[in-house]
């Protein structure tokens, strides 16, 4: 599979380091299976010298050994960058022997304020996308229109019904993130009803979960590190440059290491579903429409039934496929239970104790089609608690299960 966004800014410099070959290794190369999704960018594959043929690996291999080869293959892949080929860029840069493999010496380079000897997992298992640290940009000043009485106007109107959103609500505070914005940047500080929020969404692992900012370190914002760890997105606080794994909230390298963002309940519904719920709710728009093709896919069927996790080599989940799709709760403290979606879709409604999770048809994937208004119904999730008086909106992720079974490995995926 390909980490297919990237930068999303007009000039970006590719920090040398981040790519340069390292001595190479004998019999290593960067594989991936000829069943996955290729990248709609023949240029891309023509720069690292790729080639491709049914049911067959590709492989590629590094052709930028020397000093003034390697200096044009980067100017090479700074174009890529600055023109938003991601294809070109993600075929390109894992051509590099040693690119997606972990090398602390040469990320002190890019990250000189890390402290890499203060880590909870084995640096080995954090790997390089393909871009580089805020290749994928973050949004740190979102911008939103403004529903009325549930109707779109401006450049939210093209939201169809069915496109999926990141719910969150604050008191009367009610916004919604667009995957096919989020799909393009991955993070968004916030601040919403006067909470400061981070709002994630990791394409690879399908995860779109919601934090608080605030710490007992004090308030963080957040960047891309361009890396992944069991394919997740791993991100970055500003203020200590830790890197934080988006799957659990927690930070796992540098001088926060150990502490925990909060999780926020939020939704991942289709827009029209938002629109029901909140009539005047914000909704989050480019702050440069033109500067990506929102509303592109750019992992056309990376869910599928067959396909494969990009750059992850764990054990993989018994029982269901790996890009099969389940609810991840935790239900009691530390008692982390998920829930095929397709056993979700079959009932329509789970019950565990006190926590009821429900379903319903009417939201699109973003990560089937090559637009993501065109991708195939996975429907509605909602994942609430039974208090006195109602029920209450919990925590719950829509992911992959591959992704729960490595954060998860001894947690149960409930398929009957």
Request: glycine share 10%; hydrophobic share 40%.
């Amino acid at each position: 599979m390909h980490r297919l966004e990237l930068a999303a800014v007009a000039d970006v410099t590719t920090p040398r380091s981040a790519l340069e070959c390292p001595p190479a290794q004998e019999g290593t190369a960067q594989r991936r299976s000829a069943s996955a999704p290729v990248p709609e960018d023949p240029a891309g594959a023509a720069a690292c010298n790729s080639s491709r043929q049914s049911g067959e690996v590709m492989e590629t291999s590094c052709r930028t050994q020397g000093k003034e080869e390697r200096e044009q293959a980067m100017e090479k892949l700074r174009g890529h960058l600055r023109r938003g080929s991601l294809g070109a860029v993600m075929i390109f840069a894992l051509a590099l022997p040693g690119a997606s493999s972990a090398s602390p010496d040469r990320w002190r380079s890019e990250w000189p304020r890390t402290d890499f000897a203060k880590h909870s997992v084995d640096l080995d298992e954090i790997r390089s996308g393909g871009p580089p640290k805020d290749g994928i940009p973050a949004i740190d000043h979102p911008r939103f229109e403004r529903l009325e009485h549930g109707r779109a106007a401006g450049w939210s109107a093209r939201l169809a019904p069915s496109e999926p959103v990141v719910s969150f609500v604050v008191e009367r505070d009610a916004r919604a993130y667009p995957l096919r914005i989020l799909i393009w940047h991955e993070i968004v500080n916030d601040v919403v009803g006067g909470v400061p929020v981070l709002v994630t969404y990791c394409p690879l692992c399908n995860s779109a979960i919601v934090f608080r900012r605030s710490t007992a370190s004090g308030l963080l914002d957040f960047g891309t590190t361009g890396k992944l760890r069991h394919s997740d997105l791993v991100m970055y606080d500003r203020q200590t440059e830790s890197w934080w794994q988006q799957f659990s909230g927690e930070a796992i390298v540098g001088a926060l290491t150990g502490t925990r963002l909060s999780l926020l309940p939020a939704r991942l519904e289709s827009f029209a579903r938002f629109a029901k719920r909140f009539g005047d709710g914000l909704v989050l728009v480019p702050n440069d429409p033109g500067l990506r093709n929102y509303g592109r896919n750019p992992y056309v069927a990376y869910d599928r039934q067959g396909a494969r996790p990009f750059l992850y080599d764990g054990s993989m989940p018994d029982g269901i496929e790996p890009m099969a799709r389940v609810v991840a709760v935790e239900v009691e403290p530390g008692d982390h239970q998920a829930f095929a979606l397709s056993l979700l879709r079959e009932r329509g409604e789970v019950r565990q104790g006190d926590v009821i999770l429900r379903w319903s048809a009417g939201q699109s994937s973003a990560l089937d089609a090559a637009i993501v208004d065109g991708g195939r119904d996975v429907g509605n999730v909602v994942v609430q608690r039974q208090m006195r008086g109602g029920f209450v909106d919990i925590p719950y992720d829509v992911t992959f299960a591959f992704a729960y079974h490595a954060f998860h490995p001894g947690s149960p995926i409930h398929t009957r």
